[in-house]
């Protein structure tokens, strides 16, 4: 295919570029060309009528008006091989282990999502080894969620434990803008675990291109479509996309976009969604899950704004716990009638009272809470906390399920729960493991 070369730069700022081009395509790869014979890659990100916009993977820097560009007629591809599992690679797709770059078998990035008319509906269980995932707000394979959380959570240690207890054929994790220390955390944590092999890599650290951070989603997904298309069950995690939707907001300015909420670009929505939606449990093929953190002060901002909308409920973390109460799979009912008999009514008892709970909670600041079932509740508070909202502690299902029983005989009567019969006889613990403690003194 013969490829086109320009040598007039209209304009340059930051890490665009403008030329007047004709024949050329959106998404379409090219090589900038410096004096010198050095390379470098762009990718077109607007087209009006002849004027082209390019975005510069490396930036601007360098750039001047007398380097060439040469338009390649193709995406931007990556390398898909199951020699990928075990790798790491940057945000421009080239690997950062020291091993073999992969040329072969090359894959779109940024392609159209799975034709709807294949996808299936939700209905088997991931399981993580988080009580509060697992019990109260399960994780259905091809579910899109994210994790909301403050800067400075430890979200990024909640993924790693994911990745590694989740029973997943494949794990994808795509960092945008970590730390060295977070980037380390996530290889010493699978290597220790021994889920390398199953697990590949892409990460971006806050000191590279911009460009390449808006990539990883991307890639990620790219990666995890074909291997899901093989029959693997995968599980990409992303983070953090609000820093993703903050690069995205650098380059729209860049362009002289007319900004939208709080400056970030109008299209916003739908560039999140063209990746969230990405999640798909595929007829006749495996399934591709997304778990993607985002970071925020306050839940109106417009990053999780935006993507409460698209994705199917949101883990709540906060002060190092996920929360209840801010939590929601919106696909748990799905599952969790066939996961164990008591799941489902557990998870509703064990919510409800701790909403009492929370309620006595408010009463005690008056003074107003005098009575042995209130004190019980607000004990029961402190270890529903403690025992089950800690998120790096590991119990499967049956275990938690278990535990939550063993809650609820320590500080309850049977009577109090407004459980069946049929379920107390199954599952309460045996008289006299557990005691109904005495009330505490108000103090």
């Known amino acids: ?123 088997e269980m991931i399981r993580t080894g988080v009580p509060m995932i697992d019990v109260f707000n399960t994780l259905v394979r091809s579910q899109k969620i994210p994790i909301f959380a403050k800067a400075g959570e430890p979200y990024n240690r909640l993924l790693a434990n994911i990745a590694t207890q989740t029973d997943a054929d494949v794990i994808i994790i795509g960092g945008v803008g970590l730390k060295y220390d977070e980037f380390h955390y996530f290889r010493q944590r699978i290597e220790e675990a021994g889920s390398k092999n199953k697990t590949i890599m892409f990460v971006h650290t806050h000191r590279d291109s911009i460009v390449e951070g808006l990539m990883v989603p991307d890639l990620a997904l790219a990666v995890g479509e074909k291997f899901a298309l093989q029959g693997k069950n995968v599980f990409v995690l992303l983070s953090d996309m609000t820093q993703w ?25 739908s560039q999140l969604a063209s990746r969230y939606e990405k999640a798909a449990d595929i007829d006749g093929a495996g399934s591709l899950t997304i ?18 909308y698209i994705t199917e409920g949101q883990f709540y973390m906060k002060d190092g716990y996920l929360e209840l109460f801010g939590s929601l799979s919106r696909l748990k009912q799905q599952v969790n009638e066939t996961t164990r008999e008591d799941h489902r009514s557990i998870m509703n008892v064990m919510a409800r009272l701790l909403s009492e709970a929370e ?5 005690q600041k008056f003074g107003s809470v005098k009575d042995d079932y209130s004190f019980r509740l607000l004990d029961y508070r402190k270890t529903f906390q403690k025992e089950l909202m800690d998120p790096f502690r590991y119990l499967e299902l049956e275990d938690a399920l278990d535990l939550c029983w063993d809650i609820l005989a320590r500080y309850f009567k049977k009577e109090e729960v407004g459980l069946s019969s049929k379920l107390i006889d199954s599952f309460w613990p045996k008289e006299g493991q557990y005691k109904i403690l005495k009330p505490h003194n108000n103090e």
């Open 245 to 269: 939707s903050d690069y995205l907001r650098q380059v729209a300015n860049a362009q002289d976009q007319i900004p939208a909420n709080q400056g970030y670009p109008g299209d916003l929505y």
């Open 359 to 363: 309620e006595r909670v408010k009463a």
């Open 1 to 123: 295919m013969l490829q086109k070369t320009y040598d007039k730069i209209d304009s340059i700022g930051r890490s665009i570029l403008s030329i007047k081009a004709k024949g050329v395509h959106n998404k379409e790869l090219a090589e900038v060309i410096y004096p010198n014979g050095d390379k470098a890659f762009a990718q077109v990100i607007a087209i009006n009528n002849e004027q082209v916009t390019l975005q510069l993977f490396s930036g601007g820097f360098g750039v001047s008006t007398n380097c060439k560009i040469r338009f390649l007629g193709k995406p931007i591809q990556v390398g898909f091989s199951d020699d990928m599992l075990g790798r790491v690679y940057s945000g421009n797709g080239k690997p950062i282990d020291g091993g073999p770059e992969l040329l072969t078998d090359m894959v779109r990035i940024a392609g159209p999502s799975i034709n709807p008319v294949k996808r299936l509906i939700p209905k």
């Open 291 to 308: 778990l993607g953190v985002t970071t925020m002060d306050d839940i109106t901002h417009p990053v999780p704004d935006n993507t409460g």
